[in-house]
């Protein structure tokens, strides 16, 4: 694994144990830069600045190769941010870059709230240097800052490889970096840290006996507001495929009628029950009900997961009420 990770590195900025000893650094996995869902959130990132920066002729190809300079960091914040920096417009030399961009990046650093250094994963080093890594939580950093409606693609995760040198040798750490989550908050980008992660994410991970003690508090929770239509679940894997009972308790928990015309009460095949889940999660989300990406075919599928997760949610909200 070490050897393929250096063999990579080597390609791409060699590595020079003597100036980097006693530094760690991460690395991104070889395999990890073919996956398709970087590849996409990377085409995001290059159309949002394209359209971003359109009216000033300015088109990017690279992420690496184009925002190492300072410029078009330097457009995207006086475009997003209204701000205007006392900065060179074009910067040649590499020096005259990094002083460049350590004012843009410290300017950043106010706007996107980054007031505790720990939590910056971009410094003037890495983005000068094409880092792509620390480059890309840059930029997503500053879509949520400065565009929290755009949607980039969710859940975007990678293998990075911690690396330590020292005078006894090369220490490795293969981690998960978690570049974009299911819901767009600062808390939901973040390195290997599982108090992070979407709460049912961590359930399913736990011993079935866990599994099951949060799933009887939530099905109790269910039938307890079930109770005055004189419904009952009993199996949570099953019942809500069809979407009726979950538009039912969405009704009991947030205190509105359905009419019956707009969904079907005794679906009676997958496009109906399809029809029924679609309006569930489209009152839910008009009521503000935050609630990460679930496709409804995946509750028709009898998908656990995303059948927990629509109900910690409305647990959640109405647990205390």
């Known amino acids: 694994m070490e050897a393929a990770v250096f063999e990579y590195q080597k390609k791409e900025d060699p590595l020079e144990a003597e100036s980097f000893q006693g530094e760690k650094r991460k690395l991104i996995q070889p395999t990890s830069l073919k ?11 290059v159309d949002w600045i394209n359209t971003t920066l359109k009216a000033e002729h300015i088109v990017i190809q690279s992420l690496e190769e184009d925002l190492y300079d300072g410029l078009v960091l330097h457009h995207l ?12 417009e074009i910067a040649l030399t590499s020096s005259a870059q990094i002083r460049k961009l350590e004012v843009i ?18 410094d003037v080093k890495l983005i000068h240097n094409k880092d792509l890594l620390a480059t890309i939580h840059l930029l997503v950093a500053m879509v949520k800052a400065f565009q929290p409606k ?15 040198v020292s005078k006894s040798g090369i220490k490795s750490e293969l981690q998960t970096e978690v570049l974009t989550g299911d819901s767009y908050s600062p808390d939901t980008d973040s390195s290997s840290n599982p108090e992070r992660e979407d709460p049912i994410e961590q359930l399913l991970k736990l011993e079935a006996n866990k599994v099951n003690t949060v799933k009887k508090a939530i099905l109790h929770f269910v039938n307890q507001n079930m109770a005055a239509l004189g419904l009952q679940v009993a199996d949570m894997d099953k019942q809500f495929a069809d979407g009726v009972i979950l538009l039912l308790l969405i009704g009991q928990l947030e205190g509105f009628f359905i009419p019956l015309v707009d969904f079907n009460l005794t679906p009676v095949n997958d496009a109906e029950m399809l029809h029924n889940v679609t309006l569930a999660l489209d009152l839910l989300n008009d009521i503000g009900l935050q609630l990460p990406s ?12 995303a059948t927990l997760k629509v109900l ?5 909200k109405h647990k205390s009420n």
Request: glycine content about 4%; charged content about 30%.
């Open 312 to 316: 910690y949610a409305l647990f959640k």
């Open 77 to 88: 914040l006086s475009r997003l941010g209204g701000v205007n920096l006392p900065v060179e």
């Open 105 to 122: 990046l410290n300017e950043l650093d106010k706007r996107l709230g980054m007031q505790d250094s720990t939590l910056i994963k971009w």
């Open 35 to 45: 996956d398709p869902k970087l590849e996409k959130l990377k085409e995001a990132l």
């Open 150 to 164: 755009l949607n980039l693609p969710q859940n975007v995760k990678i293998e990075v490889v911690i690396v330590e």
């Open 294 to 305: 679930i496709d409804p075919q995946d509750i028709v599928s009898q998908d656990i997961a």
